[in-house]
């Protein structure tokens, strides 16, 4: 029997159409796979294409932010330069004048615009730390911000102002008010002020016994003040580590945290003859590079009718004998020869000394009005302030114009603070030699009396400067403290006859100080700019 080739034929034909078919379905989903790919490649290229235009768009404008922010910068930069070398000079003119960064040549910089600079204003007779203006009665426009370290109302501060534009080739027209504001910083606040020793090295120290209510302010590395009590204080050069302890001695105070902008002080310390410094150098009793800043200047700048020397000259109208008895009980001065002293000397090393033949003692009244700003210049031993004893007398001492006192003479070591004082007192101590680099002999300053509030500090407000003199502190008693109401300037040691940690020197702020105080205080000086954009 033969099998129908038909049927094994027909399997055949069907296995094979149906293979044919397979291998169609696997040809046309490997063709969709691919168009998949392809169409999703195409749209990722795509995208990769527009975030890469769009990062190079981000980065061209980031390049022109920043060269913007580089000449905004670089001009700023130009004007501080500009500022700080002229305006804070005295008595200055200046014709306008451009400093400009020019544009690169040959550099991948190499563009057809500067990279900064200004044109500043010409300017005459500008005088910042002589100047009387002050905001609330300003001639010239004014802007309500004030960036000094620690706040104060603006109308307190005495200011000029000078301007400067941008170059012409910025885009944007930048105009900088550059606004030279001065003032005693001890009236702002800096309640101790530790200026830099320019030519002698060592350390030197300070009592454990002060404490600022108030800011310190540090100029001087060497400085030893890890003992004094603050309620804040600030490293005013950037690469010193001093600091304080705590207002209640607890624990060591961390350093105020902002930069410190740049100050300078009427006055110099070095060898050459500029005109401010801003290193932190105290220069500000006699100095001849610098009177406008100088104590002496102004001790003297009413002639010879408002102050009087002391020496060992002949008694005259312009200076009190200070080696014969004269002056009388009630008058602003008196000269005694005291054979049995009525504050006995110090015998302590090393402030005291032994006493030879009669001691030469000037008192001075203060509540006295007719009193004459005084120059130490030789023959005394002890001198004498007398404040106020009763309540009259002191709150009508505060009315009184403000009185300096310089003692000048090296060998003066011995001043008393007898009873309070309220009448505005500027004394000056120093410098210590002819050449006014090393230290004379020891002062000692003592407070006696007692206070006129019950149970409060002794009272005392005063202006203390102190160039190269060592001082020690001797308060009224272990229980009554001595609080100076003012400030203290020094770039010396300042000590105690105490050796305890306990505060008994309390140094206060002068928050009333008179228009007249703030005039004959020698200042210091900071730029504030004030910038438009048009």
């Known amino acids: 029997m033969k099998v129908p080739r038909t049927i094994a034929s027909g399997s055949g034909v069907v296995f094979s159409v149906r293979l044919r078919r397979m291998r169609c379905g696997e040809r046309g989903a490997a063709m969709v796979a691919v168009l998949m790919f392809i169409f ?6 795509t995208a990769a294409i527009h975030l890469m235009g769009a990062r190079l ?35 200055v003119t200046r014709t306008a004048s451009t400093a400009v960064l020019p544009a ?48 104060t109302a603006d109308n307190s501060v005495f200011y000029l102002r000078t301007a400067a534009d941008s170059d012409s080739a910025q885009t944007e027209s930048l105009t900088i008010y550059n606004y030279q504001k001065s003032y005693p910083s001890t ?51 950037s690469s010193i580590t001093n600091t304080t302890k705590t207002n209640d001695g607890s624990a060591s105070l961390m350093p105020d945290n902002f930069p410190s902008r740049p100050m300078a002080t009427a006055g110099y310390g070095g060898t050459s003859n500029p005109t401010a410094v801003t290193n932190g150098t105290l220069k500000l009793i006699e100095n001849t590079d610098f009177p406008v800043g100088s104590i002496k200047t102004t001790l003297e700048s009413g002639g010879t009718s408002t102050w009087m020397t002391c020496s060992t000259n002949s008694s005259s109208s312009t200076n009190i004998e200070t080696d014969v008895a004269n002056g009388t009980s009630t008058g602003p001065f008196q000269v005694k020869l005291e054979s049995s002293p009525t504050y006995p000397v110090p015998t302590t090393s090393p402030y005291g ?39 009259t007398d002191y709150t009508s001492a505060a009315a009184l114009d403000p009185v300096i006192i310089w003692v000048q003479q090296a060998d003066l070591r011995d001043i008393r603070f007898i009873g309070e004082n309220s009448r505005p007192l500027i004394l000056a101590v120093g410098p210590g030699n002819s050449s006014g680099t090393t230290a004379a002999v020891t002062l000692y300053m003592e407070w006696r009396g007692s206070s006129l509030v019950s149970g409060g500090p002794l009272r005392w407000r005063m202006q203390l400067f102190n160039e190269y003199r060592n001082l020690y502190l001797a308060p009224p008693s272990s229980t009554v403290n001595a609080q100076i109401i003012g400030g203290i300037r020094t770039n010396w040691s300042i000590n105690s006859t ?20 703030e005039l004959m205080l020698p200042r210091d000086a900071w730029i504030e700019p004030y910038v438009l954009v048009r």
């Open 104 to 151: 690169g040549s040959g550099t991948a910089y190499a563009d057809t615009t500067t990279w900064g600079g200004i044109s500043a204003g010409a300017y005459a007779n500008f005088s910042a730390y002589r100047s009387i203006q002050r905001a609330s009665d300003a001639t010239i426009s004014y802007p309500f911000n004030n960036l000094r370290l620690l706040p």
């Open 57 to 91: 768009q981000q980065t061209e404008r980031m390049g022109i932010g920043v060269k913007r922010h580089v000449v905004w910068g670089n001009t700023a930069a130009v004007n501080q330069q500009y500022a700080y070398t002229y305006s804070l000079r005295d008595n």
């Open 498 to 517: 105490y050796t305890d940690s306990v505060a008994r020197f309390l140094l206060a702020r002068d928050a009333s100080p008179t228009e007249e105080l």
């Open 353 to 391: 000394y032994t006493k030879s033949g009669n001691l030469n003692v000037l008192v001075v009244r203060l509540k006295n009005s007719g009193l004459k700003h005084l120059k130490i210049v030789s023959g005394l031993e002890q001198l004498v302030l007398e404040g106020q004893t009763t309540t």
């Open 40 to 45: 999703v490649g195409s749209i990722a290229l």
């Open 187 to 237: 009236l702002l606040g800096d309640l101790l002020i530790v200026h830099k020793r320019p030519t002698t090295s060592g350390t030197y120290s300070f009592s454990g016994n002060i404490r600022v209510d108030g800011r310190v302010v540090i100029y001087d590395g060497t400085a030893a003040m890890g003992n004094l009590k603050a309620t804040s204080c600030l490293q005013a050069v």
